[in-house]
Nanobody
Framework: QVQLMESGGGLVQPGGSLKLSCGAS?????????MGWYRQAPGKERELVAS?????????????NYADSVKGRFSISLDNAKTVVLLQMDGLKLEDTAVYYC????????????WGQGTQVSVSS
C-alpha cells in the first residue's frame, strides 16, 4: 500500500521561502512513473505545480515540468537517496496560498494515482 507523507507547509510572508517534502515508506522514486506536487486554493480546481517524470532509458532520465505561474521560483528535486521528493518554493506570493498535495503515479498500462493528505501553505503579510 502506497502512503505518501508530506511535510513542510506553514505560514510565510510574501517573498519568503518554504520547502515541502514527500516520501512513501518503502518506496523510491524509481518505484513510480512520476511524482510531483499539486495545489488547490479555496474555490479553485486542483492544479499541477511541478512534476518529475521517470523515463525508462539507459541511462535513466527525469523530465521536470512546472506550472507557468511558478517557473523561476519553485524547484522540484530528489534527495540523495531518491526516496523523498522536494519542492523548494522561493519568492512566495499571496496567490501561492493553497493546500499542496504530493502525487505519485504508478507504472503500467492502467496507472494508479496516489495522493498525500495535503499540507497547507499560507502566504500572508
Amino acid at each position: 500500500q502506497v502512503q505518501l507523507m508530506e511535510s513542510g507547509g506553514g505560514l510565510v510572508q510574501p517573498g519568503g521561502s518554504l520547502k515541502l517534502s514527500c516520501g512513501a515508506s518503502g518506496f523510491t522514486f524509481s518505484s513510480f512513473a512520476a511524482m510531483g506536487w499539486y495545489r488547490q486554493a479555496p474555490g479553485k480546481e486542483r492544479e499541477l505545480v511541478a512534476s518529475m517524470t521517470n523515463l525508462r532509458m539507459a541511462p535513466p532520465r527525469i523530465i521536470t515540468n512546472y506550472a507557468d505561474s511558478v517557473k523561476g521560483r519553485f524547484s522540484i528535486s530528489l534527495d540523495n537517496a531518491k526516496t523523498v521528493v522536494l519542492l523548494q518554493m522561493d519568492g512566495l506570493k499571496l496567490e501561492d496560498t493553497a493546500v499542496y498535495y504530493c502525487h505519485a503515479k504508478s507504472w503500467g498500462s492502467t496507472p494508479v494515482d496516489y495522493w498525500g493528505q495535503g499540507t497547507q501553505v499560507s502566504v500572508s503579510s
